[in-house]
C-alpha cells in the first residue's frame, strides 16, 4: 500500500525532475538528508509508482528540422478488439509522442512530430486515416514551443 508523501519525498521527486543523473549522495544533500534514508525514500518511490523510469530529453532543434502537430480525430464507435488494435497502433508509431482522449466533437488528440508537411500529408493518409474507426482528421500545426517541460507540480501552486 502506498504512503502518503512526505515533504522529504516532495523534494526528492522535485530534484531529479530537474535531473535524474544525481548520485544518491548528490540528491541526499540537495533535499536535506542523509544518503541511506534518501536512498531507502527512493527505492520506496519507485516501488510504489511515483517514478516510472529516467530518461534523456533530446534537443528537438539538434536532431533537426522538424514540427509538432497536433491532430484532433472522430471516431465511430469500435469493437473491443478495433480499440486494443487502435491502441497498439498508436503504442508502436514513434512520431506520435502522445495520445489523449478528449469530451466534445472530437474524440482523439495526438501530438505528432513530423518532419515536413510533405511528410505529414501521407502520415495522414498512411497511418492515421487508416486506424480503426477513424472518420475525420482536423490538425493544427505550431508555429513555435512557447512552454515544454516534463516537470509534473507537486507543492498544488496555482497558475499565474
Known amino acids: ?11 526528492i521527486l522535485e530534484q531529479l525532475q530537474k535531473d535524474a543523473s544525481l548520485s544518491t549522495g548528490e540528491l541526499a544533500d540537495k533535499v536535506g538528508l542523509s544518503q541511506s534514508p534518501c536512498w531507502r525514500r527512493l527505492q520506496r518511490l519507485k516501488e510504489e509508482g511515483y517514478i516510472k523510469g529516467q530518461v534523456a530529453l533530446l534537443n528537438r532543434e539538434k536532431l533537426g528540422p522538424g514540427m509538432i502537430i497536433f491532430a484532433v480525430i472522430k471516431m465511430t464507435t469500435l469493437t473491443p478488439e478495433q480499440r486494443a488494435q487502435f491502441i497498439r497502433t498508436i503504442e508502436v508509431t514513434p512520431q506520435i509522442l502522445e495520445c489523449h482522449t478528449i469530451f466534445g466533437e472530437m474524440d482523439i488528440m495526438l501530438k505528432i512530430d513530423a518532419i515536413s508537411m510533405p511528410w505529414y500529408q501521407e502520415f495522414i493518409f498512411d497511418v492515421l486515416l487508416k486506424l480503426p474507426g477513424v472518420v475525420d ?24
Open 137 to 160: 482528421v482536423q490538425s493544427t500545426v505550431t508555429l513555435k514551443e512557447l512552454k515544454y517541460t516534463t516537470a509534473l507540480p507537486l507543492r498544488g501552486a496555482k497558475a499565474l
Open 1 to 11: 500500500m502506498s504512503e502518503e508523501l512526505t515533504a522529504a519525498d516532495i523534494r
